[in-house]
C-alpha cells in the first residue's frame, strides 16, 4: 500500500471520529510511522509503506481516534523550536507558553542569573530557557522543581538530551528548594476544578489533572507561590506566571497585597490575558 493511501484512510477515521485536526494530526502520525521528517511529508506520498509501517500506522490512527493525544503518541512536541520528550502525566506545551520564556529572556539581567521554574512538568520552560541565555552568553543557574515523580523523571530526560545543566529538584512548590533567586518563573495549575469536566474530551481524560486543578477557584498555587517567593528572592526579584484568560484582576490584587510592584500584563496571539510579572524588593 502506498504512503498516500494510508494517508487516506487515517484521514477518514479520525473524521468519521469527529477530530477536527484530522488531516494535521495523520501528517504527525505517518510522518512519525515512517520516522521522517514533518517536512519530507510530501516526499513520501508515492512510497510504499512496508507492512510494518502500515500495521503500526493503524495501530496509532486507532488510538488516536480514541482522542489520545498525537503528542503522547510520538512523545514529542515542539516549544522554542526544540523538541521536547512528553508522555501522560505531563502538560502537552502549548504555544501560548512560549510568551513565558520569551518575557523571563527579556526581564533577564546583562550577567549571570539564578533562576528558579515551579511546577516545571516537562521541563520545557526552563530548559529552554537555560538554552536561550547559554547561547546569549550567559551562564544561569536554573533550579526545576515539580511534585510529579512523572515530571521529574521526564524533565531530567529532556535536561539530559540538550546538557542544559538544569538542577532538578522534587519538591511540593517551596518544600525543598534552597538558595536564592533573580527570578522566578511558574506556570501552575489554574483551572477550576468544577470547570475540568468542561475542558477538551483530550485534554480532560488524558493530561495530568494534578497539572491542570487550581483547586475552587483557580488561584491556590498563585497565593501560595507570590507569598513565599518573597522569601526565596534575592535583595529584589521577579516572578513571572502563566494565568488563564480570566485571572488577572485576581492574581494583580494577590500581587499588590503581597507588596509587589511594577505588574505587567502580557497577551497572547489571541489577544487574551496570558502572563502576569511582577517585582519585589
Known sequence: MKVKELV????????????????????????????????????????????????????????????????????SQEFMGLEFYVSEGV???RPETELLVEEAIKQSFDKSMRVLDLCCGSGCIGISYSILRKQKGYDDKVVLGD?????????????????????????????????????IISNPPYIETEEIDKLM??????EPRLALDGLEDGLFFYREIISKAKNYFEDSGCLIFEIGYNQYEAVKALFEREGYHDIKLI?????LDRIVLARYS
Open 8 to 75: 487516506q484512510y487515517g484521514e477518514a477515521v479520525l473524521k468519521e471520529a469527529g477530530i477536527e485536526t484530522y488531516k494535521s494530526d495523520v501528517k504527525v502520525l505517518i510522518t512519525y510511522v515512517l520516522n521522517v521528517l514533518y517536512s519530507d511529508y510530501f516526499m513520501c506520498l508515492d512510497k510504499e509503506a512496508t507492512e510494518e509501517q502500515n500495521k503500526l500506522f493503524q495501530n496509532v490512527i486507532n488510538k488516536r481516534k480514541t482522542l489520545y493525544p498525537c503528542q503522547y503518541i510520538t512523545n
Open 267 to 271: 497577551k497572547d496571539y489571541a489577544g
Open 147 to 183: 511534585i510529579s515523580p512523572v515530571a521529574i523523571e521526564i524533565s531530567t530526560r529532556n535536561n539530559n538530551t540538550y546538557d542544559a545543566a538544569c538542577d532538578i529538584v522534587q519538591t511540593d512548590l517551596f518544600s525543598n528548594i534552597s538558595g536564592r533567586f533573580n527570578m
Open 91 to 93: 502538560l502537552i506545551p
Open 201 to 206: 474530551e483530550d485534554v480532560k481524560c488524558f
